[in-house]
């Protein structure tokens, strides 16, 4: 009998570490399975974020692209308005000091002098800051307006070229706003007759502030101070309008020079009809 229950003994003490063993295997299976769905949750985690970044990439791509081709065209366009007003400039060259050619700096075009011929278009005009002006005063006009901007103040360009077909559509404009062409004339030229088509003549505003109400601006004063030293003149100012032809437009400069510019401010002078002692007024 004894020999039998150290037999049953024996036969139960491997019982324990064999548990063991299989407990081991069974947790270290477990960890692994997790590790393995970790990793399956990771790599899926990876694929998703790479597919985002994909479409942002592609996103980004397609408005940066669409941004180039806005730019491009509006390039052409602005290329092909230009080679318009080549191809139509009847004026091959400029004449220095010339008061009557409309290619000229000192150009004088009021109700008394047209410009000739009248649907005459610049040859050189170049884009600032959207608007086209002759090339001759691009420069002088990005320095004033930086340095008008850099006292504080504010200002922007609200037009500058106009063709004659343009200006046939300003003036019927104000026709129809004043009722009348005599209404009408006394603050739009008649087509053929506006500086605008020199491309010397520029008008601005201080933010919302335009037309007459820029006369209460910063920036009318720095110009009334310091814009012949940039070559511009206030073309039509107050007491005038019986020389200019026009009522005051504290808003629209003319670029006539630096030379012009100062030589008038420094005789008093302040209008063009004045200064080159030609006749000014009204249209009869
Ligand atoms: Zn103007």
């Not at 901007?149 to 070229?161: C, E, H, K, N, V």
Request: glycine content about 6%; charged content about 20%; hydrophobic content about 35%.
């Amino acid at each position: 009998m004894p020999t039998k229950k150290k037999s049953a003994a024996s036969q139960r003490i491997p019982r324990l570490p064999i548990a063991l063993v299989l407990f081991t295997a069974l947790l270290l299976g477990g960890l692994f399975c997790i590790d393995l769905w970790q990793r399956a949750q990771d790599t899926q985690r990876h694929a998703a974020q790479q597919r985002d970044f994909a479409l942002i990439d592609a996103n980004i791509r397609t408005l940066l692209q669409q941004k180039l081709d806005k730019a491009q065209s509006r390039e052409r366009q602005a290329a092909t308005q230009l080679q318009q007003f080549v191809a139509h400039d009847p004026v091959p060259t400029e004449t220095p000091c010339d008061i009557s050619s409309p290619a000229t700096l000192t150009v004088v075009v009021n109700k008394k002098h047209c410009i000739e011929p009248q649907s005459w278009t610049p040859q050189n005009l170049t884009l600032v800051e959207g608007f086209f002006v002759r090339q001759e005063m691009a420069g002088q006009l990005t320095s004033l307006l930086s340095t008008i901007r850099s006292t504080g103040a504010t200002i922007s360009l609200t037009s500058a070229f106009r063709s004659y077909d343009n200006q046939i559509a300003t003036y019927n404009e104000g026709v129809n706003i004043t009722g009348t062409t005599a209404l009408a004339d006394s603050t739009r030229a008649r087509p053929g007759y506006s500086e605008h088509q020199t491309g010397l003549a520029i008008d601005v505003k201080a933010g919302n502030c335009a037309l007459e109400c820029f006369a209460s601006t910063p920036a009318y004063t720095w110009l009334q101070a310091h814009a012949a030293e940039y070559g511009f003149i206030e073309r039509y100012q107050q007491g005038m309008t019986p020389i200019t032809g026009y009522s005051p437009e504290p808003w629209h400069w003319r670029y006539v020079g630096r030379t012009v510019a100062l030589d008038m401010k420094a005789k008093n002078l302040k209008t063009l009809e004045a200064y080159y002692d030609i006749t000014g007024g009204d249209y009869s």
